[in-house]
């Protein structure tokens, strides 16, 4: 019960120091309360009157040697047009705020940590970190009365330090989140709004989400910047599986189409370039596969079946004809592919198609076990690969190196590879660029699962915590 009053005492303050409208309140999980409701119906003015930017803060403990990461901490924002957001650090510290650019104030509570407000200029896209003290068994006696939160006639300066003794340190080098605003519509997306969506996913590292859309179609979803993965489902609709290119916060647009007729086509995500008005259907590209028999250089392969999803997730089907050819069209972005041919192996890729163009791809006869590739026609020669060197720590990305983990995967024409960390906890592993599939695994520790964009040689890190057994 102390908590929870005091975390009422935090909003009161915020909500006494400027005169606004009604406020919006954003869960982790990105539903909307009524609040938030009310308030948009007023978006269309605020977003063409300023852009929002997003914060991806992490709260860190002060106390802590390695700057570990606090989960659980309770986070309300103001930011310069008065707007008030609330949320709850993750298991990785970590939380993301979107709002109007400026002057923004916050105010953090957790139990066993000094409660502190802070006030701290947002003017752009950015990550930053706040850092709080524990509290120690005196100060936790004598705290019942104190807020930690700049009262109203005495707000701090930028970058002072408010009751609580927090601070805030801008650039933050911690993987830096987007924020997807998803307006799901009905039927097409010019279409109404469609509340109650279930929608899940992946995001680029793999880590689940799950929302629904408001009374207003819309959703709030945050990620690790990439491909994402997601699921659309509301009962009485088809439902809607796709994968859509994430590098940047913005808006877009799906829809759904009601469950009859049944061979209702799914629909591609759009991405909106205002609040208002919605930006044109992602343009197709065209992909000619030619397939050949043993390598790319072997003779052409008629009668192969090609079947597959685009990047939006749209099927597609084809087969190749007396030269080996196919011609298939789709959303650009990663496709899926599955080549078929009695008396040779089956194969399954995926394959990065941006622009239209020519591409080969090879099937062996049954008695041979080599996978299946495919490349760029353009130079005539096969897709240069690329080079990553993965460190593998313990605990955290600045933990010690971990020796001996097992990494296993696809690159992204769906070759395997497998490697183990050396001593030093590195790895190295080439293979086809694009959107690789990773899978780490060592006794005594969780396994970790996750999708990286590998477009170029470099070098990357990734950590396994101890197992709860």
């Given amino acids: 019960m102390k908590r929870e009053c005091y975390l009422a005492i935090l909003l009161s303050l915020l909500l006494c120091s400027t005169a606004f409208g009604a406020p919006v309140s954003q869960t982790r999980d990105g539903k909307y309360s009524s609040s938030y409701d009310a308030a948009v119906q007023q978006r269309d003015q605020l977003t063409q009157a300023e852009d929002l930017v997003t914060l991806s803060l992490y709260i860190l403990d ?182 859509y290119n994430m590098t940047e916060t ?24 205002g609040s208002e008005s919605l930006a044109n259907e992602v343009e197709p590209v065209v992909l000619t596969v030619d397939v050949h028999q043993d390598s790319v250089n072997g003779a052409p392969l008629a009668g192969v079946q090609i079947a597959g999803l685009d990047a939006a997730g749209n099927a597609f089907e084809a087969a190749t004809n007396s030269t080996g050819k196919a011609v298939i069209s789709g959303v650009p972005g990663t496709w899926q592919f599955e080549f078929a041919k009695d008396g040779y192996e089956s194969a399954s890729l995926n394959y990065n198609v941006t622009e239209t163009h020519e591409a080969a791809a090879y099937l062996q006869a049954t008695a041979k076990s080599n996978p299946t590739q495919m490349q760029s ?63 780490f695994a060592r006794d005594g520790y969780g396994s970790l699962n996750l999708a990286y964009n590998v477009t170029e040689t470099h070098e990357a890190a990734a950590y396994l915590e101890l197992s709860d057994q």
């Fill in 62 to 243: 002060a106390n802590s040697e390695d700057q570990e990461a606090i989960s659980g901490v309770d986070a309300y924002v103001r930011d310069a047009a008065g707007n008030i957001f609330e949320g709850t650090t993750d298991e990785n510290g970590a939380i993301l705020f979107r709002g109007v650019p400026g002057t923004w104030t916050l105010a953090l509570a957790k139990d066993g940590y000094r409660s502190a407000g802070l006030v701290y200029n947002v003017t752009e896209s950015q990550v930053a970190a706040a850092f709080i003290r524990q509290e120690d068994e005196a100060a936790s006696g004598a705290r019942t009365e104190a807020t930690g939160v700049p009262s109203q006639g005495s707000i701090p300066s930028q970058g002072s330090l408010a009751q609580g003794e927090a601070n805030m340190q801008s650039s933050y080098e911690k993987p830096l989140q987007v924020a997807l605003t998803v307006d799901v519509h009905q039927d097409s997306v010019n279409g109404a709004p469609l509340a109650g969506v279930h929608i899940t996913g992946l995001d680029a590292a793999g880590n689940g989400f799950e929302a629904f859309t408001n009374s207003t179609g819309s959703a709030v979803i945050s990620g690790v910047p990439g491909t994402w993965q997601f699921d659309f489902a509301k009962d009485g609709y088809g439902s809607l599986i796709l994968n």
């Fill in 250 to 273: 913005h808006e877009a647009a799906a829809y759904l189409s009601a469950a009859e007729p049944a061979t209702a086509s799914p629909a591609p995500m759009q991405s909106q370039s």
């Fill in 377 to 439: 026609r353009d130079p005539g020669s096969e897709v240069e690969m690329v080079e990553l060197t993965v460190d593998v720590n313990k605990g955290s990305i600045n933990g010690s190196p971990l020796a001996g983990v097992q990494i296993t995967g696809l690159d992204a024409a769906g070759n395997a590879f497998e490697a183990a960390t050396n001593s030093t906890g590195k790895a190295v592993i080439s293979g086809v660029p694009g959107t690789w599939q990773f899978e």
